[in-house]
Structure formats: C-alpha cells, structure tokens
C-alpha cells in the first residue's frame, strides 16, 4: 500500500512569509507525528496527534508553528512569519496509534529554505 | 521520559560486525528500545525493536541487558550500503508518548 507521503516535496520562501506543509499518512493510521531536522542534525519531535487531537504541543519551538488535523486523516504544519532558521527538512511519521511500541514510518520529508 | 545517549559516530570496514551501543539509564518498566536507520535525504526507517535479552530479525540483532539500562544494536557483516545514521529510541505505549531520537549514530563504513 501507499507510505506516507508530503508536500510540496521542497519549499523556498522569503523571510516574513507564511508557509504550509501537509502530511498523508498510511490509511488506517491514527497516530501522526512531526519532526524538524536541521543540516546534519538529529530529529527534534514537534507535535503528535493521536486521531484528531494533539495532547502535548510543548515539542513546537515557538507561537508561530501551528499543526492540526481534521477527520483523522491529513495532517498540515504551519509556519507564520517565517525566519532563517525555520530552515530544515520537515519529517511526519505515522503509526497504527501512538506510542513507544508502534513502529512509525516517515515520509520522504520538505524541504525548506528560508531566505 | 527516557533520554538516550549514543556515540555519534563511528567508522568500520565492509565485511566487520559493528556493535553500535545506546545507554538508556532511566528507561521505565514499560518502555520498548526501537532502532531506526536514516540514510541521506530520506526518513527513518524501522530496524529492530525489543523490551529485554536478545532480539534477531534478517538484518540485525539487538542485545539488552537484564538491567535495560543500555541496548546494542549488531549489524553483521555490513556493506558500504549500511553508512547511515541509527537512532535508538525509548518509550511505552501509555500516556502522553513524546518519541525523542536524539543526534543518532552515523556510522561510515569504508571499502
């Protein structure tokens, strides 16, 4: 079956501009997750929704990241007013629920730079 | 929740064993230690997951002590397709679950 896909695969933007990032994971999945990965960094978790809601949103580096997700299904990252360093590769990841135990398969990731 | 600390890098030849250590002191009762792999421009991927002894699938073992308090991931005979980076990974299936991968280990594995 279809892996967890997103978009746009690479996204250039100027400072100050908003941006989107969506998220498909694998049919039957209810737990979705994001990550940022800066350049020759590890993973830094941002947010995770099991189903439709996000029970800790302290991993979301500041009041310009926004995430949500509607009918269990699609996930979209949004980044307001964007600057320099929100420059990384965007991952998301979906599990059958979530937790430590369940495997999470990720998405090839977007790539972002901010100008 | 359970912080993971590993080498962050380490260097082997084609054909060697490596033994990529992850110390996990604080690991709870009900946490499993999952491995991933990560190579260039992609995601991770899922290697071996295991809660205590010694778990082996087709392409790596995985060896936790009695205490938990630390895992080896074991690639046997690896290739120059095994340069990558492996993250160990700590947590259960209850409660608030917050996944924290860390920097990883990138392994080189030279001709």
């Known amino acids: 079956g279809a892996g967890v896909s997103q978009s746009p695969s690479n996204k250039v933007t100027e400072k100050g501009k908003d941006v989107e990032l969506r998220c498909d994971p694998i049919?039957?999945?209810?737990?979705l997750y994001w990550y940022r990965q800066s350049l020759g960094q590890g993973l830094e978790f941002l947010i995770y929704?099991?189903?439709?809601?996000?029970?800790?949103k302290s991993g979301l580096p500041s009041d310009r990241f926004s995430a949500e997700r509607t009918g269990g299904s699609v996930s979209t990252l949004t980044i307001q007013r964007t600057q320099q360093e929100d420059s990384a590769v965007y991952l998301c990841?979906?599990?059958?629920?979530?937790?430590?135990?369940?495997?999470?398969?990720f998405g090839p990731g977007t790539r972002l730079l901010v100008l | 929740l359970a912080k993971t600390t590993q080498p962050i890098s380490m260097d082997s030849y084609e054909g060697q064993e490596v033994n990529i250590t992850c110390s996990h002191n604080?690991?709870?009762?009900?946490?499993?230690i999952t491995w991933y792999q990560q190579f260039p421009s992609q995601g991770p991927r899922f290697i071996i997951q295991?809660?205590?002894t010694k778990v082996t699938n087709e392409v790596a073992s995985l060896f936790i002590p009695a205490d938990r308090k630390s895992s080896t991931l074991s690639l046997p005979r690896v290739s120059l397709s095994d340069t990558a980076v492996y993250y160990c990974?700590?947590?259960?299936?209850?409660?608030?679950?917050?996944?924290?991968f860390g920097r990883g280990t990138s392994l080189i594995v030279h001709p």
């Open positions: 990841a979906s599990s059958l629920v979530a937790g430590g135990r369940e495997t999470q398969y």
């Open positions: 049919s039957g999945h209810t737990a």
């Open positions: 929704f099991q189903g439709n809601s996000a029970p800790d």
């Open positions: 604080n690991i709870a009762t009900n946490d499993y």
């Open positions: 295991g809660y205590k």
């Open positions: 990974l700590v947590g259960d299936s209850g409660g608030s679950y917050i996944p924290t």
